[in-house]
């Protein structure tokens, strides 16, 4: 099993550009979330989606957008890329209930914004 | 507002002693996760416990969640290097998203 893909794992951006973070699951997974992790301050919540076709935003949205075409992917789209958008990003899955199978999450997206 | 909070923050330790990380609440949680995430990678789930008073253990690791279910430790004897990492706790209320803590981050040296 493959789990959580996540692609690019490293990108280096100058401000203003755009890029997209991809993410695909093949657990059949409806749950999804994008978080972003920075130094000391634990995972912060950026979008979710509770399946195809439906997405809402978590924590800190500000900057991000996200699409959920089907079940397997759920792309993190930066537009206008800023410094603050430094940061490792994951994305996770989950199984129903999530609160008793837990996150399964990918590797990761190092990205510096320079 | 941090809903959970994780004690120590950083703990470095020398292989073969033991220790306690915390995680605390003032809310009550339906459920609470242990995850622990390497350098490069993403956090890996290690235990869920869901009845206040449980105690789970995975070899030398051993989780309890609170009587009122507002708090959870780890307690790893015997550390060893292979142990280092950054461990996270994440706590569910129901159907809601999980809230995860800023983790302590353990460093066993040989």
């Known amino acids: 099993n493959a789990g959580v893909t996540q692609t690019p794992k490293f990108r280096i951006l100058k401000i203003g550009q755009s890029m997209t973070l991809q993410c695909t699951q093949d657990?059949?997974?409806?749950?999804m979330y994008w978080y972003r992790q920075d130094p000391g301050m634990g995972l912060k919540l950026i979008y979710y989606s509770v399946g195809a076709g439906i997405t809402d935003k978590g924590e800190v949205p500000n900057g991000y957008n996200v699409s959920r075409s089907t079940t397997e992917d759920f792309p993190l789209r930066l537009e206008l890329a800023a410094p603050s958008q430094t940061s490792v990003y994951f994305c996770?899955?989950?199984?129903?209930?999530?609160?008793?199978?837990?996150?399964?999450f990918g590797s990761g997206t190092r990205l510096t914004v320079v | 507002t941090q809903l959970l909070k994780q004690s120590p923050q950083f703990l470095s330790i020398q292989e073969g002693e033991n220790l306690t990380v915390y995680c605390n609440s003032s809310?009550?949680?339906?459920?609470l996760q242990w995850y622990r995430q390497e350098p490069g990678e993403g956090p890996v789930l290690l235990v869920t416990?869901?009845?206040?008073?449980e105690v789970k253990k995975l070899k030398r690791l051993t989780f309890q969640f609170g009587d009122a279910r507002k708090d959870s430790s780890l307690h790893i004897t015997a550390a060893q290097p292979g142990d280092t990492g950054l461990y996270l706790c994440?706590?569910?209320?129901?159907?809601?998203?999980?809230?995860f803590g800023k983790g302590t981050k353990l460093t066993v040296n040989p």
């Open positions: 994440a706590g569910a209320k129901g159907s809601e998203k999980l809230v």
């Open positions: 809310s009550v949680f339906s459920s």
């Open positions: 996770a899955s989950s199984y129903i209930p999530r609160e008793r199978y837990g996150y399964t």
């Open positions: 416990v869901v009845t206040g008073g």
């Open positions: 657990m059949n997974h409806n749950y």
